[in-house]
C-alpha cells in the first residue's frame, strides 16, 4: 500500500495525464502507482492558488493525526485521545492539539482585524456624521423660522416643507458620495487582488451604500424638518 498514491486535479494536468489510474509515477526513491484522483479543494490560505498535491500512506512516518469530533463532545473526546496518547508517549513527546477550523481563521488574522477596526470606525463615523447633521439642521431651520411660516401661510404643505429643508442636506451627502466611491472601488480592487480566488466588484455594491448613506442622512434632517413644518406659522411669526 505505501507504493500508491492518490492525487489531486492540479497534479495531474501538471503531469499532463488524462488517464493517470493505474499510472506508475517516480516519487521520491520509488515507483508509486496512482490508484485515485480527487477534485481540487482549499487546503491553505485563499491568498494562493491550489497547488498540485499528493496522499501517501506511510504508516511508519507522521507527525499529525486527524480526528473528526462530534459536536458536543469535544472535551471528552480530546481526554480519552490523550489518555491513548500517553499510554504510547508517556514523557517524551507531549501532548498537543488544535481544531483546524482555528488554523484556518489563522491564516486570515489580518483581514479579520481589519473587519473588526473597519466595523467600530464605521459605526463612530456615522454616529459623528449624525450627530453634525442633526446639529447643523436645529441651527438652520432655527435661522428659517420665518421663511418656513411664510411659505406655510402661503400654502406650502408639510411635504414640500420638509423637502425644501432637507434639499440643501442631501446634496452635499450625494457629492461626497461621487467623489468617495472610485477611490474606494480602486482600493477594493487592489486589496482583492492579493486574493487567489475572489469575487468581483459590482456597482450595485457602491449604489446600495449610497442609498443607505442618503436614507440615514434624510432619517436624521427630517426628525428637524418635519417637527419645523409642523410647527404653527403664526407662533414662527410671532418670535420674529
Known sequence: EENKIIINESARRMMGLEDPI??????????????GVVNDFNYGSMHH?????????????GNNVMVKIKTGAEKS??????KKYAAFHPVAYPFEYTFLDED?????????????LSKYFSGLAIIISCLGLFGLAMFTIERRK???GIRKILGATTAGVVGLLSKDYLKPVIIALLIASPPAYLLLEKWLQGFAYRIEMSGWVFALAGLMAV???FLTVSFQSVRAAL???VDSLRSE
Not at 49 to 61: K, V
Not at 77 to 82: L, N, S
Open 22 to 35: 493505474g499510472k506508475l509515477v517516480a516519487y521520491g526513491q520509488r515507483q508509486r502507482e496512482i490508484i
Open 77 to 82: 473526546t480530546i481526554e480519552q485521545i490523550e
Open 215 to 217: 436614507g440615514v442622512a
Open 104 to 116: 484556518y481563521l489563522s491564516m486570515y488574522k489580518a483581514e479579520s482585524r481589519v473587519g473588526v
Open 49 to 61: 492558488r491550489i497547488e498540485p498535491l499528493i496522499f501517501r500512506f506511510t504508516p511508519s512516518y
Open 146 to 148: 420665518k421663511e418656513i
Open 231 to 233: 410647527t404653527n406659522p
